[in-house]
C-alpha cells in the first residue's frame, strides 16, 4: 500500500505542478488528532483501531475517486482518478479482509 500510495501522491504532485496548484505539505488537524490517537496505542488495540480507520478512509476516498471519474472538469485530474481507482478499490478490498468484525 505505501508504495502506490506513493506513485499516487508523486503522480497528483506532477498534475498540481503543471497546473502551478500549490498542495497542502502539512496534514489537517482531524489527521493529526487520528496520528496522535495511534501513536500512544500498542499491539491488538492499535492494530484493531489502525485497521478500522484503514477501512473507513478507503471508503471515503474509493467514493471520492468514483465521483471524480464522472464528474471531474480538468481531463487530467479525471484521468488520474480513472487509473488509481482500481488500484485504491483493491486497497480497500484488501482493508475489508483484514479489519476484524467488530462484536
Known amino acids: 500500500m505505501v508504495a502506490d500510495h506513493s506513485k499516487a501522491n508523486d503522480k497528483l504532485k506532477q498534475i498540481a505542478a ?9 496534514m489537517s488537524t482531524a489527521a493529526k488528532r487520528e496520528t496522535d490517537k495511534l501513536s ?9 483501531e489502525y485497521m478500522k480507520r484503514q477501512l473507513s478512509d478507503h471508503k471515503k476516498v474509493v467514493a471520492e475517486f468514483r465521483a ?3 464528474q471531474a472538469r480538468d481531463p ?3 484521468q ?3 487509473d488509481t481507482l ?11 479482509k ?3 468484525k467488530s462484536s
Not at 500512544?40 to 484493531?48: E, T
Open 18 to 26: 503543471s497546473k502551478n496548484v500549490v498542495l497542502p505539505t502539512d
Open 80 to 82: 488520474f482518478a480513472q
Open 86 to 96: 482500481p488500484t485504491i478499490e483493491q486497497h480497500l478490498e484488501m482493508a475489508k
Open 40 to 48: 500512544k496505542m500498542s499491539g491488538a488495540s492499535f492494530d484493531r
Open 98 to 100: 483484514t479489519t476484524p
Open 76 to 78: 487530467d485530474l479525471k
Open 68 to 70: 471524480a471519474t464522472k
